[in-house]
């Protein structure tokens, strides 16, 4: 019976998954892991999934040059955290009052993640379809004398 809830209570997750969980496990704990303790072992850490140190972060964010959206990103968390505690207020305000409202974008935006919700970067402006070629000077100032003539300037 013991197996059968083993079994049962560890289905959901995947052999990879359950895998790197018993390698924690065996590393750190001292004792077997009840079921409960070997599904928190199970769940992946932020490094598992690429996302750095929250002070990493801060940095990354108030060195991005403009456009934000451009830049490569370590992780996509990043640049929504940096968003969302607006990039103006990351660098043009001391890192002893910025990186408190910076973490706490960050800690949520990593929940999100690790509950398994998939953050994507902007995805960049097309060209426009159709691509104009400059006016000559006599062109230039036609619609000029154009637009004179239709304000009565």
């Known amino acids: 019976m013991a197996k059968q809830l083993w079994l049962h209570s560890l289905c959901d997750l ?8 018993v390698r924690r496990a065996i590393k750190s704990a001292p ?6 303790s070997l599904r928190a ?13 929250v002070h990493v972060a801060y940095v990354e964010a108030c060195r991005a040059p403009s456009p934000k959206a ?10 929504h955290a940096g968003r969302a505690s607006d ?6 305000t001391p890192e002893s009052k910025a990186l ?25 402006k097309a060209l426009p379809e ?3 070629t400059p ?5 230039r100032r036609a619609r000029l004398q154009q637009l004179r003539d239709e304000t009565g300037i």
Do not use: M
């Open 14 to 21: 995947s052999p990879a998954r359950l895998r790197a969980g």
């Open 31 to 36: 004792y077997l892991p009840t079921v409960q």
């Open 87 to 92: 990039w103006h207020f990351l660098a043009s």
């Open 130 to 132: 159709e691509v104009t």
């Open 100 to 124: 408190p409202v910076f973490r706490r974008h960050y800690e949520l935006l990593t929940e999100r993640v690790l509950n398994g919700e998939a953050l994507d970067l902007p995805i960049a």
């Open 70 to 79: 451009a830049y490569k990103w370590s992780h996509p968390i990043v640049y």
């Open 41 to 53: 072992f199970c769940e992946p850490s932020p490094a598992d999934l690429g996302i750095p140190d």
């Open 135 to 139: 006016l000559t000077a006599a062109e």
